[in-house]
């Protein structure tokens, strides 16, 4: 039985505040980048000098945050009604994040989802379905379809508390 549910209440609830405060703040971060860019490039048209230093300073404010980039992948498997490749799961996330990527950049980005697309196939969460366009195609197999978000988080953490990799 608690003895302070006032306390507790009050905490929840200054915790959601705080919460929507972080989504907002974040939302804001990713428009000053937008912005920042965009100058950028524009400085870049009259200076051309300056595009190298523009790309590495592009590069660094759109690393994604840990954990990021797996979660967009799980969600898009999950979304997907058909098999999907590291090249549409690549093409959907330069998308979401609102990225200028040019082919280099591309191929970065569709390995790292192509790693992170290994990593649950090893886990038995995924699996390859044939090949569509020179791609491997992926599907989630039939256990994780059903499973809830969170409860994938926590098995990733078993996994690898299992492993030893943790």
């Known amino acids: 039985m608690m003895e302070r549910p006032n306390t507790v209440a009050g905490l929840m609830a200054k915790r959601d505040e705080l919460i929507k405060l972080r989504k907002s703040l974040e939302a804001e971060i990713y428009k000053v980048t ?46 997907a009604t058909e098999p999907v490749t590291s090249r549409d799961i690549t093409e959907g996330w330069v ?25 649950y196939r ?12 020179g791609y491997r195609a992926w599907v989630l197999t039939t256990a994780f379809k059903s499973m809830p978000p969170k409860s994938l988080s926590r098995l990733n953490t078993v996994h690898k508390a299992y492993t030893g990799l943790g």
């Open 34 to 79: 937008c912005d920042v860019d965009h100058l950028d490039a524009a400085i870049a048209l009259f200076d051309p000098k300056n595009t190298p230093a523009a790309i590495k300073r592009y590069a660094i404010k759109h690393r994604a945050k840990k954990g990021t980039v797996q979660q967009f992948v799980m969600k898009y498997l999950r979304e």
């Open 95 to 119: 998308e979401a994040r609102g990225l200028r990527a040019d082919q280099e950049t591309f191929v970065i980005l569709r390995k790292r989802i192509g790693a992170t697309l290994t990593k």
């Open 122 to 133: 090893g886990q038995g969460i995924i699996q390859a379905v044939g090949d569509i366009d």
